[in-house]
């Protein structure tokens, strides 16, 4: 597995067309090449103070030699709850989410932005919906962006294949630090670290 350059933990702001909404948080702990990670998000959208939308996912990934192993994942998106689970059982992925159950062969990922190997992918697992999406993931060079600190340049990438494109960035040592899609609406969904 591709070194992770800062091993986490990774916190956060998530913004709906500039307007921060929420957070959210990766836990990473790891014995030898053994990994997990946990994960959890919650996300608030207001309008004249009332809850307009609400989503909620937390999911815990285990990784042995790079690939999962081991997936437990529960979102309420705005009262719409979906639970993936996913166990290696030989070489192939047991997943069993809301499209049914399947087995995926060889080494799966998730979209698991933290991790630099997930950039090499043609396929990855979407752990909202036990889903195998097929991916192409290009970059798209450097770029300054805005952090915490000031301006820094950053590695960008883009995923197209999944229903919106999704935009990351990465510091020069290969550690996650953005990430922005476009949401139902033509809204702009960004996370940017804390």
Known sequence: MATVANAGPWKFRVLLDGQPIGHHRFTLQQQGDARTLKSEASFDVKLFGLTVYSYRHTATERWQGGCLTALDARTDDDGSVSIVQARREGK???????????????????????????????????????????????????????????????????????????????????????????????????????
């Open 92 to 194: 192939s992925l047991t997943v069993a989410g809301t499209q049914g159950s399947r087995s995926l062969e060889g080494c799966v990922l998730s979209f698991a932005y933290w991790n630099p190997s997930m950039l090499d992918q043609t396929r990855l697992l979407n752990a909202q919906t036990g889903k195998e999406e097929a991916v192409r993931i290009e970059s798209l060079g450097m770029k300054n962006i805005e952090v915490a600190d000031g301006s820094m340049p950053a590695r960008h990438y883009r995923i197209t294949g999944v229903d919106r494109p999704i935009e990351l960035w990465y510091s020069q040592q290969g550690d996650w630090l953005a990430l922005e899609s476009t949401v139902s609406g033509g809204r702009r969904l960004s996370y940017w670290r804390e």
